[in-house]
């Protein structure tokens, strides 16, 4: 089975930064799509930032510019390196991977893996 193991989170003050990581195990990791998602007290689950198997990054409008996604394939590892905080980001971050599958008519598909989520507050 496929899982997935979120770490890094914790209290930091507005400005500070932190480092999240998720290790993959069950799937071969270099054929994932990754994401990292997140989901405040009320609030609906968004994506935060996201990286394909090829490399591709893509980002959530309210944190382009301060958040960076990377991968580390030979490790089996997501990061997100956070900077610049703010309290806004205080949420659940849930690392996500898309792992490909076949069926038996050897049609391409899709799974969605998620792990439990690590919390992170911004406060002073």
């Known amino acids: 089975q496929v899982q997935l193991v979120e770490s890094g989170g914790g209290l930091v003050q507005p400005g500070g930064s932190l480092r999240l990581s998720c290790a993959v195990s069950g799937s071969m990791f270099a054929n994932n799509n990754m994401g990292w998602y997140r989901q405040g007290p009320g609030n609906q689950r968004e994506l935060v930032a996201g990286?394909?198997?090829?490399?591709?990054?893509t980002y959530g409008d309210s944190v382009k510019g301060r958040f960076t996604i990377s991968r580390d394939n030979a490790k089996s590892t997501v990061h997100l390196q956070m900077n610049s905080l703010k309290p806004e980001d205080t949420a659940v971050y849930y690392c996500?991977?898309?792992?490909?599958?076949?069926?038996?008519?050897?049609?391409?598909?899709?799974?969605?893996?998620w792990g439990q989520g690590t919390q992170v507050t911004v406060s002073s």
């Open positions: 996500n991977a898309r792992v490909p599958t076949w069926d038996r008519w050897g049609r391409r598909t899709e799974d969605d893996y």
């Open positions: 990286i394909t198997s090829g490399g591709l990054t």
